[in-house]
T-cell receptor, first 118, second 112 residues
């Protein structure tokens, strides 16, 4: 079963509008972390924002905020006042523990390609 | 500045060859990861390591193995390359479970 689901393969948004990228996750862990990464056409992976499962406040980093709804198992990324440079692939990721081990792994969703129209 | 370096940006190999992809990090991170990225599938975890000589299978380990003899280096090995292993390979490292992973620039591998 897919553990990280991003249901929007592609999105078009007008410049300066806010945009929400959807992410739902599935885990039986009590302690886990949620991440969002941006991948522009250059291919580099850029970390945007992190939310821990025990954090009560939604994480914010500049124009990025993470709308964390634990009961619904969703971790949507909100970008306020979008810019042309926001055009990129966006990945939601989750870090969870490995059973019977001290290890933890990070798994990714399939991504959303965001295109900003001038 | 944090750095994860993958040995090659582009590689072309023949079917059946043994292929080594190398990844080095300079941040003294415990955790290292190998992913492959394919259009529409996102990043899929192949193997990861949480300490020297410690490794765990990810979601798609078949056809791959890994080696971590030193903390800073994590190698991905394709025992006998096949055309369906043509992909972008990304290495990442992280300090602990509450911090982000840092990525290398990726290796685009083509198996012909």
């Amino acid at each position: 079963a897919q553990k990280i689901t991003q249901t929007q393969p592609g999105m078009f948004v007008q410049e300066k509008e806010a945009v929400t990228l959807d992410c739902t996750y599935d885990t039986s862990d009590q302690s886990y972390g949620l991440f969002w990464y941006k991948q522009p056409s250059s291919g580099e992976m850029i970390f945007l924002i992190y939310q821990g499962s025990y954090d009560e406040q939604n994480a914010t980093e500049g124009r990025y905020s993470l709308n964390f709804q634990k009961a619904r198992k969703s971790a949507n990324l909100v970008i306020s006042a979008s810019q042309l440079g926001d055009s990129a692939m966006y990945f939601c990721a989750m870090r969870e523990g490995v059973e019977y081990s001290s290890a933890s792994k990070i798994i990714f969703g399939s991504g959303t390609r965001l295109s900003i129209r001038p | 500045d944090v750095k994860v370096t993958q040995s090659s940006r582009y590689l072309v190999k023949r079917t059946g060859e043994k292929v080594f992809l190398e990844c080095v990090q300079d941040m003294d991170h415990e955790n290292m990861f190998w992913y492959r990225q394919d259009p529409g599938l996102g990043l899929r975890l192949i193997y990861f390591s949480y300490d020297v000589k410690m490794k765990e299978k990810g979601d798609i380990p078949e056809g791959y193995s890994v080696s971590r003899e030193k903390k800073e280096r994590f190698s991905l090995i394709l025992e006998s390359a096949s055309t369906n292993q043509t992909s972008m390979y990304l290495c990442a490292s992280s300090r602990d479970r509450n911090t982000e992973a840092f990525f290398g620039q990726g290796t685009r591998l083509t198996v012909v």
